[in-house]
């Protein structure tokens, strides 16, 4: 997993039918924030929340068709 600052939301015209009703949203990783993950999330996650992000094997793939989901939100310090 990943510790992530969400930084904005991306929106799509055309998703896969297992993403209907679920926002992608632009995650930079705490350790090297110059790098951007787009997770999809389905907690309800927002702009400026600390998140853990699952990567390959830990998401649910077959449902959602991903490679990268929120998994949880961190509570402020």
Known sequence: ???CLVTE???AQ???AGLAGKKLLVC????????VIVAVD???AG???E??????YSTRQE???VDCMVSAILDPK
């Open 51 to 56: 998140v853990l992000v699952s990567k390959n």
């Open 63 to 65: 449902e959602y068709g």
């Open 47 to 49: 702009i400026g929340s």
């Open 1 to 3: 997993m990943i510790r």
């Open 28 to 35: 930079r990783p705490a350790e090297k924030p110059e790098n």
């Open 9 to 11: 939301t991306l929106t």
């Open 14 to 16: 055309i998703k896969m």
């Open 42 to 44: 389905t907690l309800g």
